[in-house]
């Protein structure tokens, strides 16, 4: 079973603040995403990556970088938060081309987030 | 514009019906296309997924049907319990860049005993 472990699980912040969420995965998964989940709106991809170094823009990029430092580690940062930017956080990774279940995306546990 | 949209927004079905969820999508070149469930506090995971060479995939008690003509797909859950009650996503990706998922707004299912 893959493993996804996702850093802080909770996190509260005021409007303007700098927040940082953690993505891990330990199953040599070369795809990881960022989502966010809102009751209304399903599941809406903010940023993904295909390895270390590398960056794509989802649908829903606006406020929000990341970085891929290496294969297991990808980082969610909101560089001036916005209220707007409360919701549920959850990262995904996937084997990618040539890889066993190459599409399946496995899910860490979620990060809420809640900006006041 | 919305590429994959999903219905109905909530369901709810007896225990032993068969619950059907409907999903349709915009773009033809869509290639893959999963089903992921969610219960209450947990995080989504795959429950099964179909490619438009074939126009069913069965897994127990859940099966996709796929109509590429029209573009929809569905998932039947037969003999329905309680335990099948979760938010239920549907998604699509393309044949490049598969490992992108589009996903529905999911349905709520109720399984009611």
């Known amino acids: 079973e893959a493993a996804v472990t996702q850093s802080p699980r909770n996190k509260v912040t005021v409007t303007g603040g700098n927040v940082t969420l953690s993505c891990r995965q330990t199953?040599?998964?070369?795809?990881m995403y960022w989502y966010r989940q809102d009751t209304g709106h399903g599941l809406r991809l903010i940023h993904y990556s295909y390895g270390a170094g590398n960056l794509q823009i989802g649908d829903v990029p606006d406020g929000y970088k990341a970085t891929r430092t290496t294969q297991e580690d990808f980082f969610l940062l909101l560089e001036l938060a916005s209220p707007s930017q409360t919701s549920l956080y959850f990262c995904?990774?996937?084997?990618?081309?040539?890889?066993?279940?190459?599409?399946?995306?496995?899910f860490g546990p979620g990060t809420r987030l809640l900006v006041l | 514009q919305q590429q994959v949209r999903q219905s109905p927004q909530s369901l709810t079905v007896w225990e032993g019906e068969t619950a059907i969820l409907n999903c349709s999508y915009e773009d033809s070149t869509f290639d893959y296309f999963p089903w992921y469930h969610q219960f209450p506090g947990e995080s989504p995971a795959l429950l099964i997924a179909?490619?438009?060479?074939?126009n069913k995939k069965e897994d127990g008690r859940f099966t996709i049907f796929f109509n590429k003509r029209e573009k929809k797909f569905s998932l039947h859950i037969a003999d329905s319990q309680p335990g099948d009650s979760a938010t239920y996503f549907c998604?699509?990706?393309?044949?490049?860049?598969?490992?992108?998922?589009?996903f529905g707004k999911g349905t709520q299912l109720i399984i009611q005993p």
């Open positions: 199953n040599s998964h070369n795809y």
């Open positions: 998604a699509a990706s393309w044949a490049e860049g598969a490992d992108r998922l589009t």
């Open positions: 179909i490619r438009p060479v074939s």
């Open positions: 995904a990774s996937s084997p990618g081309l040539g890889g066993f279940n190459q599409d399946t995306q496995y």
